[in-house]
């Protein structure tokens, strides 16, 4: 009997052992796992006691038979369907508004055809041809109709030969144009004073125009000029983020963290808080500081952004402003046309600074015109004297007020979501022709009218022979004019004609070389003080 229960000690004895050796095993198998990433949380393991052998009751009393206790290591709990579901609708749609914009706008030059994805299409009105039905920069949308549909009174986009786009108003009709078969449309912009010089074949029609809305305009072109630098702040979140959510709430099981957890520092808490307690390597701090640093520029950066987009519609809203508060349109009864009567006495309780009022109808350019002691005065700043990146529009520091110079130049920023002179520039693109805005018109505080007719536009630099003044040889510089317009210009100008000269930066070439210019003649002086 003394034998059978030795025999029997020895075999529980070496039972044990091989438990032992075997949950060793188990332990070095679960650290190795764990240091390679491969899991997130190891499955709760535990080894069962041993089992009972039945012995007599003296070697019960004798021995007790071992259990082999494991750390309790929680199991990770999987996300909840719910929110899985939500941040995967968030990521996808997040990819088509990225893909759907790159494939609208990416590349796409402002005044070429908009690319028509399933029969639709958009894309922004660069002049102010249709103010106040469609405002300067707003975005509009566009979609496929079939031309034998359109009737008078649609806006519509069309094509011009010179491959520019342009969304007018269809005024007429013509059926079987020149015994072709074909439908012809004829077409004026609601801010125009003419129909447009063109008649618009039915296949050079794009589409119906069927919304449009200036924020959105505003805010797709603010896009595509910051389309590098927002694309770099994606990428910067989604890595900054990714790796905090790596580093606070995904769990990686280590030695040292199951160690601890051993000692019951961390037994009792949940598996995302037992993940912040553990100790991190230095590389791990080192990713994670990092990509603080990334989110900090990241959140500058957005603010930065912001407050430019702002500051363009606080701009923007300034502008409306002044024309509302300062000029009201009247029917000058002796030629019918539409005129501007300026409130001149607030205007100079505003800034005695303002020596006339620039209007060019067909364009958004309709602004107070003031002088300062030199070109750079009111390069940034307002009517209010304040820093504004739009500054004003403001006189050639060497022209005198009067406007009686033989070559007068007006100065005004080229800004990119519309407004100031942006619109010179769409003369240049071809978007906006001198038939679509044939007149420019200064008002001067005497009453006097100078009214001026648009001959072509140019792009130059800086050290274009046209920026000297005064001039002193009048004919070179209308036979420089005349070279520059096309076949519908003018063959001369009056010998003594005065020129009008709006310049400002051009988006085709480097800001601080290239010029886009509209020139004009002056044909006209009245007085509207009778």
Known sequence: MKDQKDDLKTLHTELTQWLKEGQQKIDNLTELIAENNKISHPKEIHVKPLREI???????????????????????????????????????????????????????????????IMGYSVMTVLSGSMQPT??????????????????????????????????????????????????????????????????????NIIGEV?????????????????????????????????????????PLLTKKSAEAEMLGEIKDQPASKKHFLRKRTPKEYFTLFTSIFFIAILGYSLYQLSAIYFTYESIARENESLRETYTTEIIDQESART?????????????????????????????????GVDNDEYIALDINRQPSIAGSIFLEEANTPNFNDKHTILYGHHMQAGGKFSDIDAFVRGNVTVNDAPFVYIY???????????????????????????????????????????????????????ILTLSTCSVTGEINEYRSLLFAVLVEEINQNG
């Open 54 to 116: 039945p012995l007599s009751n003296e070697l019960v009393q004798n021995e007790t038979s071992e259990q082999i206790t494991q750390p309790n290591l929680v199991e990770k709990k999987p996300k909840k369907a719910g929110l899985r579901i939500l941040g995967n609708i968030a990521f996808y749609l997040t990819v088509i508004g990225v893909v759907l914009g790159v494939a609208l706008f990416g590349t796409q030059e402002p005044s070429a055809a908009p690319r028509n």
């Open 134 to 203: 469609i405002p300067t920069g707003s975005l509009v949308a566009i979609r496929a109709v079939n031309p034998r549909e359109i009737q008078v009174g649609d806006v519509v986009t069309y094509l011009r030969p010179n491959n520019t786009t342009v969304t007018h108003r269809v005024i007429e009709i013509l059926n079987n144009y020149q015994g072709s078969g074909n439908h012809a449309f004829r077409l004026q912009g609601d801010n125009n004073l003419t129909p447009d010089a063109e008649v618009v074949l039915e296949h």
């Open 210 to 250: 069927f919304f449009n809305n200036l924020m959105l305009g505003r805010m797709v072109s603010f896009i595509q000029d910051a389309i590098i630098l927002i694309v770099i702040l994606l990428v910067l979140a989604i890595a900054g983020f990714y790796v905090i959510k790596k580093f606070f709430f995904v």
């Open 339 to 371: 005129l501007l009567e300026i409130d001149w006495e607030s205007l100079h309780a505003r800034n005695k600074d303002v020596i006339a009022w620039l209007h060019l109808p067909g364009t958004s350019i309709n602004y107070p015109v003031l002088a």
């Open 444 to 498: 001067l505080p005497d009453g006097a009218v100078n009214i001026y007719r648009t001959i072509t536009s140019e792009q130059t630099t800086i050290a274009s022979k046209v920026y000297h003044l005064p001039v002193t040889d009048l004919t070179a510089l209308h036979d420089h004019i005349l070279t520059l317009s096309d076949d519908s210009g003018p063959s001369a100008l009056p010998p003594n004609a005065r």
